[in-house]
């Protein structure tokens, strides 16, 4: 079933599939996604991740690691459909990798270990496709494994994802001996022969005859549970036909009401055909989507997927590479041509496209046009960047942005000669253009170049990157984490007049604010607002619109720098309860300088405490470690919350300090003999615990 990826094809967008490798590290998205472009004879040798032959995976540090940190664009053709692919990371430090290529998806597979079950980072990227709306189907890998369940599997997959897993297939044989699956749909047998790439089909096997019969009987039962027309049917004949069932399969992964399940083992090159069946049957085409939605000058509009429509793209991606800068698109309508002309909508500028890339990874073929429902690179493009809308400059408009995490891990960094200062700023600007996820800003105290981003790994990756592709040498200082302050205690009616009087006009404002914990907002039945909520209780027009919006201006402008140590501020309510104005010396300006000046007398005045950011560690070791890695965990301030036993290991959550976690591989694998293994999560902030609130009674 091989098919030339070279050849012309002229299929259309209902042959067009764009969708996205989402896993757990070590989960095997990468070996899936190679055995799918052996398979589609995209490549004619099969990569792998341990030799560092992955197409994927082509970056040296990936390779050299052994894990994805790079989303990677390929694209195959299998049964005449176009599959436009994204191999994401699975570590959590480079979660942003996949939250923008989910924002340019249109559906993805999620890889579970059958070993496993879900994950932490499993659980994570669910959770990112939940909010886009992606629609998938699950893939349990390693089933060859010892200790592989697929059972367990499922089981974790509905009780931690809260989906309903719809299980298509039935695996023949358990660990080494699994050879194929049971298709539970047209109620066949799928063997994989050894050393060989295609499967054999057959009858099901009479030993699992009677299990086949049960278990589409239960996928049958739970189908008709969530789908009128499967319920229709097998109320009037008491069974659901194999063609009823596909098309309420594909209904429901839409939807998101359900997922499907398939099973294999990539490695062993077991289970791949059909989950591109699945992809083909279930995954949505461009068209099955909804039309974009973009703004101009306020007003919504949508661009449906149709090459005769205005153009209008999203850049995703940015990479720099020794043949120029390329810029990762997804066409959302329209067609573009080498040599058009685009407008960059955010920074105003137009643009010219030089060449068009069909991505293969780290390799790039030249196509002349790339129509809606492509991914593609172009170059030639300047100064676009992830998150910009380009479209035909006659027909303007603006899509969403994908969003980006903030830093809240950072590093100092500098360059070791004097002489390369200039060369690392540049090499500084192009990285985080290349990343959202990292920020370079200058300590005003210190004058120290800070580094900030996601994780330990991520910076560890991000200022390798600036050696090997610049040949700079550089020092590195300890990371700092992101420190908040928030309110424990506000206070109420706090009275603040600003005015100024130095000759001409003047400044008055007159200002009377009540500040509470967000939570305390919430809990009297104010609606969440983020992290800062505003409003205003002036009545009598006391304090004119215009001026409230200058207040609530200046309320944020002091959220900067909180009063225990100039962190920034979050989780708290102001509400402006009074003001007065004067007839010709108030002002936006002097409201503004106002609200700012009474938030930071108001903040000095609440209880504050100070928060640090906390993960959630899943530490996986040996038996015979696990009272040393507690005990390690303990010296952290680690909080353990669960702990439960795999084969021989046992695998230990905890809440940590994120500030304690600085150094913690290299004592890991001391106290393991390099057998232990950990992985982390963002959770949020908490106390510090060492922290005394400010203003509390008898400091």
């Known amino acids: 079933m091989r098919t030339d990826l070279h050849r012309h094809l002229t299929s259309p967008l209902t042959g067009v599939r764009n969708l996205g490798i989402l896993a757990h590290v070590d989960a095997g998205k990468t070996t899936v996604t190679e055995r799918i472009l052996y398979l589609t004879g995209t490549t004619h040798k099969r990569g792998e991740v341990h030799d560092g032959t992955t197409v994927t995976d082509f970056d040296s540090q990936e390779r050299d690691r052994g894990i994805t ?38 559906g993805a597979v999620a890889v579970f270990d059958a070993v496993a079950g879900v994950e932490p980072q499993s659980e994570s990227v669910w959770r990112q496709a939940d909010r886009h709306g992606v629609p998938r189907i699950a893939f349990v890998n390693k089933l060859d494994r010892a200790g592989a369940d697929l059972d367990a599997a499922v089981a974790s997959i509905a009780a931690r994802l809260h ?97 499907v399940v398939l099973c294999g083992s990539a490695y062993r090159n077991r289970g791949i055909e059909p989950l591109l069946e699945a992809v083909v049957a279930y995954l949505p085409s461009p068209l099955d989507v909804p039309a974009v939605r973009g703004t101009l000058d306020g007003a919504v509009q949508e661009r449906s997927a149709d090459p005769a429509a205005p ?118 600007a192009r990285l985080v253009e290349e990343d959202p996820s990292l920020a370079v800003r200058t300590d005003p105290e210190t004058g120290q170049t800070v580094l900030s981003g996601m994780g330990e790994l991520h910076l560890e990756v991000a200022v390798e990157k600036i050696r090997r592709a610049h040949g700079l040498e550089i020092g590195v200082g300890r990371p700092q984490v992101a420190y908040r302050e928030t309110v424990v205690r506000g206070v109420s009616g706090l009275v603040y007049r600003h005015v100024k009087q130095d000759g001409g006009a003047g400044q008055f404002a007159h200002v009377v604010l009540d500040v509470e914990p967000l939570e305390a907002a919430r809990d009297n039945g104010a609606g969440d607002a983020g992290d800062f909520a505003f409003r205003s209780a002036v009545v009598g027009g006391r304090v004119p619109q215009e001026y409230v919006r200058a207040v609530e201006a200046g309320c944020r402008d002091a959220l900067a720098e909180g009063p225990l140590g100039g962190h920034p501020v979050t989780g708290l309510r102001v509400t402006l309860a009074d003001g007065a104005t004067h007839s ?27 928060l640090e950011p906390v993960v959630e560690v899943t530490v996986t070791v040996p038996d ?51 057998r232990g293994t950990f992985t982390t999560r963002a959770t949020g902030y908490a106390p510090a615990p060492d922290a005394v609130p400010r203003g509390t009674p008898g400091r």
Request: aromatic content about 4%; hydrophobic content about 45%; proline content about 3%.
């Open 69 to 106: 940190i790079f989303a990677a664009a390929v694209s195959c053709v299998w049964d005449g459909h176009r599959i436009n692919l994204i191999d994401t990371p699975g570590h959590v430090d480079f979660s942003d990798e996949v939250e923008r290529s989910l924002r340019v998806l249109d």
């Open 163 to 259: 989906t309903v897993p719809l299980v298509v297939q039935l695996p023949i044989g358990k660990e080494d001996g699994f050879t194929g699956v049971v298709d539970l749909l047209r109620m066949r047998s799928l063997v994989w022969a050894d050393g060989r790439g295609t499967f054999e089909e057959g009858r099901v096997p009479d030993a699992l005859r009677e299990e086949a019969h049960r278990r589409r009987r239960v996928l049958e039962e739970t189908v008709a549970e969530l789908h009128p027309v499967a319920l229709e049917e097998f109320c009037a004949e008491s069974t659901v036909s194999a063609q009823t069932l596909s098309a309420a399969l594909r209904d429901l992964t839409r939807t998101g009401e359900g997922v």
């Open 311 to 428: 153009f209008a793209a999203l850049v995703f991606k940015v990479n720099s590479t020794a043949t120029g800068r390329l810029t990762y698109l997804r066409v959302y309508s329209g067609t573009v041509r080498k040599g058009d002309a685009v407008l960059d909508v955010g920074a105003r500028r137009n643009e010219r496209i030089g060449r068009i890339l069909r991505v293969q990874a780290g390799q790039h073929s030249d196509v002349d046009q790339a129509v809606a429902g492509d991914i593609v690179a172009v170059i030639g493009l300047k100064a676009a960047r992830a998150g910009a809308t380009l479209c035909t400059p006659a027909a303007p408009l603006v899509l969403e942005p994908p969003s980006v995490a903030d830093p809240v891990v950072s590093v100092a960094v500098e360059a070791c000669r004097r002489i390369d200062t200039e060369r690392l700023v540049s090499a500084l």
């Open 584 to 610: 010709k010396d108030s002002s936006e300006m002097a409201f503004r300088t106002a609200g700012r000046l009474a938030l930071r007398e108001s903040l000095r005045s609440s209880v504050m405490v100070l």
């Open 624 to 674: 015979d470690a696990v009272g040393g890695v507690l005990g390690d965990l303990a010296a952290r301030r680690g909080r353990v919350t669960g702990s439960t036993a795999r084969a021989g290991t046992s695998v230990i959550s905890a809440t940590v300090p994120l500030a304690e976690l600085f150094g913690y591989a290299t004592r890991l694998r001391s106290r393991t003999q390099g």
